[in-house]
Structure formats: C-alpha cells, structure tokens
C-alpha cells in the first residue's frame, strides 16, 4: 500500500511539472508602459490640473501638490495628452506621443492663468470725520485693472474697518444689487484718456478697469485706524486692500459757507452719497486718478413749508429762495481763482455732455499747503473778491445763481445752488477731495419715514445701511449726510 502512495505522488508531481513547463496554456503577459510629467505655472507645480489621455486608450489623472501626474499600464500607440484647468490657457494646449517599447518621461505642460489682476486705492491713505451725530464716516473707493485673458464677473464687495486693536468697527457688504451706484467700469484710449465702456456694473473684460465705491459709519466710540476693501468675483477669486485712515483736520473752525437769514438749508449729494463722487479724472502729470468731488455738497434753501421757490415749482430762477443768496469762505486764506463771465442758466436749460463749464462761475480759496475750498454755481459778475486778496472766515465773496450744471446731464431740472467743496489742489482737475466740516451751524435729522415722504420713496444708501436716529445735532467739525437740513447755532 506505501508502494502505491510513492508512485501516485510522483505521477502527481510530473502532472504539475508539465502544467508549469507548458504555462497554464498561455503565453508571457503582455508589457506595458506609462507616460508622466509635470504642469507647471509661474516656476511651480500646478495642482488639480486634470489631464485626460484619448487615442490607443482612455483615462483622465489629476496633478498631484507638486503638478505632477502619470498615467500607467499603457499598451504601445498613439496616445494625445491634454490639460485643463478653470482659469488657465496651457503651452502646449496638447502633446501627441507614441509609445513604442518605453515609458514616456517629462510630457510636461505650462499654464498660464486667464485671471490676473492689478489693483489699490485710488489713494494710499483715508481721511474720516465725524458726521453730524458724532459717528465716524468713512469714504473710500478702490480699483481694480482686468491683465489677464478671461472676462470677470463682480460678485460682491466688502468693507471691513478696524480699530488699532484690531477690533472691527464696520463690517458691510454691497452685493450686486448696488453695483449700479457704486460701480464704474471704463477702459483706457490710445491716447491715454479713459472712457466709461459699458453699461453693465458686474461684468469686467480684459483691459477693462473697475472703480467700487465704499462708504460706512464706524460709530463714535474708537478711533477707526484701516479700511479693508475686498471685491470678490463669481469665479472664485477675490483682491484685498488694507489702506491707512487719519482724522482730517482743516487747521481750523471752518464755517457753514451760508447765512441763515432767508430760511434753512438742504444738504443734498454729500459726500457718502456716489453722485458727486462718479466725476473720475486721470492725471497724467502723476499717473494717477483724482477725485475732486469726492466729498463734495451741494445746498439749496427753502422756507418753512419746505418749499424750494415762491411760487412753488416756479421756471423762473429769480423765484428760488437760493438765488441771490450771500456765499461766504468757510476760513481764513487767499483767493487764488476767480471766473465770473458764465451765464446763469434759464430753467429750462437741458445740459448735454458736450456742454463745458459745469462749474459756471466760481471762485477757489488757498487755506494751507495742501487745502483749498471751491465755490462753485455763483451769479454772474457777483464774486466781490480777487486773486490774491485775502479773506478771511464768514467774509462774503459773491452770491449764489445758476451758472454751471445745477442739473443732471439730459434733463431739465436745475435749480440755483451752491456747490462746496474741499480739495488738496487748485486745478480741481488735478485734485483729491477732502471732507467738508463745520463749526457754526446745526443739523435737522428727519427720520426714515419723513425722508420716504418727501423724497417720493427714496432712501438715501447711507441710510438704508445705518439705522439714523432723528434728532437735532450741533457741528463742531462735523459733516451732514444726505437730506440733512442745516440750520443756526
């Protein structure tokens, strides 16, 4: 019996030796091969690039935290690699390779992405002030250049300001909703001037250029020390810019630029609102944006019943309380710019964008290095005051008429005023804005519920942003906001 469990055993045994001599019945396994390499984006490995491989077979890699991708157990053929990537423009946009008996090695691509951007405030530090309630008020705007190759589109912007402790004073955001106030998109000529492109306020092409207006009220307690300004795209991208904030100070009580004598005074498109803030120079002698009129006011006069003119609604410019009016310099200093042959408009003038002279008559006040006021909107041949003479605060240079753009460009609707404003240069072409403060007057806030009223439903933003309580508010260095009414101590 132990003579046949030997023989079976090595009958078994020769059975297995021919199965493994004969190979299961099959031929050596097939070789295979892998193709591998990198993408790479200004000098460094680009992640999450997928790179899909078609021809002899299919199959899709995704790069690795070093660019790096492979692509393995490939048979010999014809293959074509391809990258791609949201944002980004590859060289070469494909690569054909053969496979014949080796792997393939450094099938490597460059990206370059489609968003790139360039931007800062239009000016490197703030100035802030208090309004009439005693809150900080913060101005502000930022751009931003489109230099890449792909359209943006502005999802939303936001302005954080910080105390010196890092604490945040204000934080609010302006989605798209608003774009069409605070937004203004323009693209530079051949001649290096720059003109408004489009009528969209969210969509940014190659070459395009976008202003974002910001403004907030940081309450009245810590002094704000920085602003931050965030715009964010739908693409997921988003430019940050921190910028400096100081308190201004004009060097001294500045005075409310009108006489109580004939009725109170309406402060309208102040300097938090984007009306006046919209008029955006490039100056080409420091290549750089200014804007004059960003806290620019404008102020009409008006009777007890609010009445603007007398008959109410009158066409006749003689017949608004405003016309005639004295205008006085708001502090000490030199006159250093005096024009006084503008007409005053009828009523019914209709400006147009080829009209010139917006400011019509106008005399402009040298009260520092770096600080002058303009007064602008005045009759004709009324400024008493000449280059050169000194005036000094509550002095009267002229009176107020209608020369210049009272109105709004197309329509029908000016009206005697004054136009106020500070500025850190003569030529207001060349000029930044500063705010506008004052010392001897009071404020008249009416509530949100009056302004709807009177103003056919109309909320200024600063107030549908703020919760402004009514109330009466003297000024000592303070500025009015939109809608405020000022009046004497």
Known sequence: MRKSIVCGLVFLMIVVGLVACNGGGGGDPAPSYSISGAVTSSGSGLPDVTVTLSGSSSATATTDSSGKYTFAGLSNGNYTITPGKSGYTFNPTSSAQTVNGADLVNVNFTGVTTYQVMGAPVRTTWPIVREASGQWELVGETFIINTGAEKLVLQSVNLKVFEAAGNILADRTYDSGKFDDMIIIVMKNPDGTYTQTSTSTSELEPGELCFSHVAALAGNASLPTLARVTISFTNGKSETADIPLYEFNPGEQTIWPLTFSGGDWLAFDTGETTYHWRDINFNPAINAFVIDQRYAIDAVQFDSQYNLSNPFGSTHKEDYYAWGEDIMSVGSGTVVTV????????????????????????????????????????????AIVSVGAHVAAGQVIGKIGNSGLTGNIGAADGMPQLHFQYMDAEDRTKAQGLPAVFWNAKVIRHSDADILGAFQGYLPDIRSAYDLQAGTYTMNGNTPLEYDIVTSQ
Request: aromatic content about 10%; cysteine-free; hydrophobic content about 35%.
């Open 339 to 382: 024009v006084q042959d503008q007409i005053d408009q009828e009523m019914s003038k209709v400006w147009t964008s080829t009209d010139t002279h917006v400011e019509g008559n106008y005399v402009v006040i040298q009260h520092g290095p770096a600080l002058f006021s303009l007064y602008a909107h005045m009759m004709q041949n009324s």
